[in-house]
């Protein structure tokens, strides 16, 4: 794989990073990926001014088209990934690493591609002192993670979170043919209230980093993590903690994307990744989150595209969450509606076992039969022993999902 053509381009709105990929080893087209980052203000900041987002140096930042590119690289069996400019030591070593994780789940190849960097042009330096930008999409990790961080630290503690990256092209958005400009801007607007609330700054971004090609599962299970590290690599200007909310409890880690081994080995010496939150249980932030009635209002879990709605309610993702609401004791949310879920639903919108997602559905029973629901915990055991079987006959790679 080639990255090539790096640019940075800027508008009065925004500013756009872009590189050429163009692949070695695969018959695949080659392609322009690129990011897209609203500037907040009217000016552009002086470099290095504390909170603003924009990228580092003079031009694009290499460090983020490589983390988002290499997974890809190695699920094709690329040979290598050479790619223009600096990119930092610290990134391609920790991505070496993260394959070694990937490899010993399983579902990827033993060697990874070997990556080249063409030294051209200065290393940008990390200017300025650090400030903190988190990762928001509307859910319960995420939402979880802004409320934390209110509760950790003060307004003049590098930490404290000021901005937060909004994706287009990550769940909405992600297929060429359907880009759901409007899905986006409503779910944007949604968070306004959040946003006020706790005094950070939506910021958006764009990329069609999923265009590239990839196959059933991948994005979940192994690619999502880095590519979540790659718009933060884009988007911060100078030293920057970049905050990405966990998903799995420590007890019960899974293989996916985004996992507390490898999120942190994405970082590079500019920007510090941090996946947070991965002490709490599911159910444990959603009882947090149940003493926010704005983030309950804004809560956005489903990964349709429901008409005009946040959530369509229905699906397994949706339900999930419902359940989780009812065990935390909020019996009905603005969000999505009432919490007690319909037996006859599960059966309609999860037919068959569910993955990995069913270990949520442990810590449900207690608080679900205290309340006197025993019929709809009975359908949920029989979800995850299904899920149990299903996995142990399937050890060995990463499942679609």
């Keep these: 794989m080639l990255i090539n053509k ?4 800027t508008t009065p709105d925004a500013r756009i990073l872009s590189a050429d990929v163009v692949w070695e080893d695969r018959d695949f087209p080659a392609q322009e990926i690129t990011f897209e980052i609203d500037n907040p203000v009217d ?3 002086e470099p290095g001014a504390e909170g603003h987002l924009l990228p580092a140096g003079d031009g694009p930042c290499p460090d983020a088209f490589l983390a988002a590119c290499f997974p890809l690289a190695a699920l094709h069996r690329e040979t290598r990934v050479r790619i223009e400019g600096r990119a930092c030591p610290m990134l391609v070593e920790g991505l ?12 990827m190849s033993a060697k990874p591609p070997d990556i080249e960097t063409v030294v051209s042009g200065r290393r940008a330096a990390a200017n300025g002192p ?11 990790d995420s939402l979880h993670l802004l409320m934390r961080n209110r509760q950790l630290y003060h307004p003049d503690d590098p930490a404290y979170i000021r901005d937060a990256i909004f994706i287009h092209g ?13 899905r986006y801007r409503s779910a944007l607007r949604c968070l306004e209230p959040v946003a006020a609330e706790i005094g950070v700054r939506m910021l958006p971004c764009r990329t069609n980093l999923r265009h590239l090609p990839s196959k059933s599962g991948f994005w979940a299970n192994r690619h999502s993590g880095a590519a979540l590290a790659s718009v933060g690599h884009a988007a911060i200007l100078g030293a920057g903690f970049l905050f990405i909310g966990g998903t799995y409890h420590v007890a019960t880690p899974v293989p996916v994307g985004s996992h507390p081994a490898v999120d ?8 510090t990744v941090i996946h947070d939150g991965s002490r709490f249980s599911r159910l444990q932030k959603v009882r947090d989150l149940a003493g926010w009635p704005t983030a309950l209002a804004v809560l956005r879990v489903c990964p349709g595209s429901p008409d005009g709605k946040a959530n369509c309610g229905r699906c397994e993702k949706c339900l999930h969450t419902r359940l989780e609401l009812l065990a935390a004791g909020v019996d009905e949310t603005p969000s999505l509606g ?6 006859e639903l599960w059966e309609e919108a999860v037919p068959f076992p569910i993955n990995h997602r069913a270990l949520r559905y442990d810590d449900l029973l207690p608080p679900l039969r205290a309340r006197g629901f025993d019929a709809l915990c009975r359908v949920l055991e029989g979800k995850i022993d299904a899920y149990r079987k299903d996995a142990d006959s399937n050890r060995g790679g990463w499942a679609g999902n």
């Design 6 to 9: 790096l640019a940075c381009t």
């Design 43 to 45: 000016e552009p900041p």
């Design 96 to 107: 070496r690493t993260a394959f070694a994780w990937w490899s010993s789940w399983g579902g």
């Design 130 to 140: 650090r400030h903190a930008v988190a990762l928001v999409s509307g859910g319960v």
């Design 170 to 182: 990550f769940d909405i958005g992600k297929r060429a043919r359907d880009p759901e400009n409007e």
């Design 264 to 271: 942190g080995l994405l970082s590079s010496q500019r920007v």
């Design 338 to 343: 009432p919490s007690l879920t319909p037996i």
